[in-house]
Antibody, heavy 120, light 107 residues
Framework: EVQLVQSGAEVKEPGESLKISCKGS????????IAWVRQMPGRGLECVGI????????RYNPSFQGQVTISAHNSVSTAYLQWSTLKASDTAMYFC?????????????WGQGTLVTVAS | DIQMTQSPSSLSASVGDRVTITCRAS??????LAWYQQKPGKAPKLLLY???RLESGVPSRFSGSGSGTDYTLTISSLQPEDFATYYC?????????FGQGTKLEIK
């Protein structure tokens, strides 16, 4: 069974750094793209960016370029989303999702979400 | 960039009703469309992909259709567990775009 398990909720102050994680199991981690998806309170879904763990190819939604860093550590089958300087506007639920590629791309498995709260 | 517009943004219906949600793309997306269901506090769940292909394990009361720029998600007979928010999603050139969502509420 494919599973993506994310790290727990975080409460941070503006200006702090943060790295959240997404551990994959039940499939070959290096063979599938992983996406990070943001959902701000009461809002819809936005794709932050994607990474292919096989070669670390990483692509960002232009709206998030320079604001976050996506990485992966294949030996522990884990993808990461990190911020160097958090802002209050980063407060959101963040999901990771596995991407199924082919004639069309879609997210076939999702993590449970990590709630990030940034407040002073 | 391709924009995805869902309608309606919210919808009230009763158990047993037939419900249709529409997703319109700003240009032809050639059936490159998926639908997701999200319940409060939970991760989205894949329902359909390729516009009309039902994901394994998803009840057959869910169906998808459409072509070109216009696509629909239909629930043939609403069940209590179907009250949730639904999103369409398109992929193009490494960008994954979601519709703004349709909240389906109990009448």
């Amino acid at each position: 069974e494919v599973q993506l398990v994310q790290s727990g909720a975080e409460v941070k102050e503006p200006g702090e750094s943060l790295k959240i994680s997404c551990k994959g199991s039940g499939y070959t981690f290096t063979s599938y793209w992983i996406a990070w998806v943001r959902q701000m309170p009461g809002r819809g879904l936005e794709c932050v960016g994607i990474i292919y763990p096989g070669d670390s190819d990483t692509r960002y939604n232009p709206s998030f370029q320079g604001q976050v860093t996506i990485s992966a550590h294949n030996s522990v089958s884990t993808a990461y989303l990190q911020w160097s300087t958090l802002k209050a506007s980063d407060t959101a639920m963040y999901f990771c999702a596995r991407i199924k590629t082919g004639a069309t791309d879609y997210f076939d498995s999702w993590g449970q979400g990590t709630l990030v709260t940034v407040a002073s | 960039d391709i924009q995805m517009t869902q309608s309606p943004s919210s919808l009230s219906a009763s158990v047993g009703d037939r419900v249709t949600i529409t997703c319109r793309a700003s240009q032809d997306i050639s059936n490159s469309l998926a639908w997701y269901q999200q319940k409060p506090g939970k991760a989205p769940k894949l329902l359909l992909y390729g516009a009309s292909r039902l994901e394994s394990g998803v009840p057959s009361r869910f169906s998808g259709s459409g072509s070109g720029t216009d696509y629909t998600l239909t629930i043939s007979s609403l069940q209590p567990e179907d009250f949730a928010t639904y999103y369409c999603q398109h992929y193009y050139s490494t960008q994954y775009t979601f519709g703004q969502g349709t909240k389906l509420e109990i009448k």
